[in-house]
């Protein structure tokens, strides 16, 4: 018997489907670019005319980050809409905390064998995020490696690059003793905790992404609410009120360890638990998996995605300011002296 000869769709990658499927997508690309973008996509590099304005020094800000095990809660609902949104959000967010605004977005979308529908999904939800928030898709990767990844399932990765000027970059001045804690209200799990949750509740509990949780939604929209973004919010605030001093993106490792990035050594932070409420989908996880409160509050964001710590006298008008920009926030607890960490009484 004599071997037939070797292709690379034989191998289990198809070019010619990816290169189809991208085609598809350009309208929705280029309605991201403006003319910064200098090339479009397409390139061996994607081009951007460093244009900043009235800035006296302006600082590149990037982030790099992923939606980690989402996306097999994606799979399992046959529902990748959100997933875009979720990487463009989650980098902005962390952006934002440096006080930066986003110029351009680069995604890493990596399979075992290419969906067509998952992939054009995923993009045109990352392109969607990125129009709504002023910033170009310039370029990208798709990789499709059988053997590497798992089969039927995805990978999705994303690098933002944003600039801020150096004299208004976070955090500024110094959080003291009696600076206030506000919380601005998370959309859900946003990007993190998926293993944890998924073993709690459909490994232990086995429920289904089709079950009716106790505030009608479907387990598969509370789970794969997309990662909120809260830029468009937030920079107009941050010109505003000088007494802001800095914001914590509230992703992995939860409120214990994201907020002591952002305050000095000799600051501690207590949390007020009864300042918010906790969504019903953390109050399932807990329960179906007995996780204990540390862990929940280490693993999850629990309701609160952003925080901003700002100065006492101003607190009271920068929570107006968001609910009156359509946010749910509240003063959560305030600063003191003592150990470099965060305590929720």
Not at 134 to 139: C, K
Not at 259 to 272: H, K
Request: net charge negative.
């Amino acid at each position: 018997m004599t071997d037939q000869p070797l292709t690379y769709a034989g191998s289990g990658v198809d070019i010619d489907t990816a290169q189809h499927t991208l085609h598809n997508l350009g309208d929705a690309i280029r309605a991201t670019h403006d003319n910064r973008v200098l090339g479009g996509v397409g390139g061996f590099g994607a081009l951007f005319s460093a244009q900043f304005g009235e800035m006296a020094r302006p600082v590149l800000v990037s982030s790099i980050d992923g939606v980690g095990t989402k996306t097999k809660v994606a799979a399992m609902a046959g529902d990748y809409s959100g997933i875009g949104q979720d990487i463009v959000n989650h980098c902005v967010n962390d952006i934002l905390c440096q006080g930066a605004r986003g110029l351009f977005f680069l995604d890493y979308f990596g399979c075992s064998k290419l969906s067509s529908e998952a992939f054009d999904a995923v993009v045109r939800g990352a392109a969607a995020a990125c129009e709504a928030q002023g910033i170009a898709l310039i370029g990208g990767e798709t990789a499709e490696m059988p053997d590497v990844y798992v089969d039927d399932e995805v990978d999705v990765v994303g690098c933002i690059v944003g600039v801020v000027d150096e004299d208004q970059k976070l955090p500024r001045g110094t959080v003291m003793p009696g600076d206030c804690v506000i919380g601005l209200a998370s959309s859900g799990l946003h990007t993190n905790g998926y293993s944890l949750a998924r073993r709690a509740l459909f490994d232990r509990q086995g429920m289904s992404v089709r079950d009716i949780l106790s505030d009608g939604q479907t387990m598969a929209q509370a789970l794969l609410a997309p990662h909120k973004c809260y830029a468009n919010v937030v920079l107009p605030l941050l010109d505003k009120h000088a007494g802001i001093k800095s914001l914590a993106h509230i992703t992995g490792g939860g409120l214990y360890d994201n907020i002591p990035r952002v305050t000095p050594s000799d600051i501690q932070v207590v949390l007020d638990r009864r300042s918010w409420e906790t969504p019903e989908i953390f109050k399932l996880i807990q329960s179906a998996g007995e996780v204990s409160d540390f862990e929940m509050h280490r693993a999850f964001n629990m309701g609160i995605g952003l925080v901003m710590i700002v100065d006492k006298d101003i607190a009271d008008e920068v929570v107006s300011d968001l609910v009156a920009a359509g946010e749910h926030a509240a003063i959560i607890g305030a600063a003191q002296r003592g150990s470099h960490d965060v305590q929720i009484v």
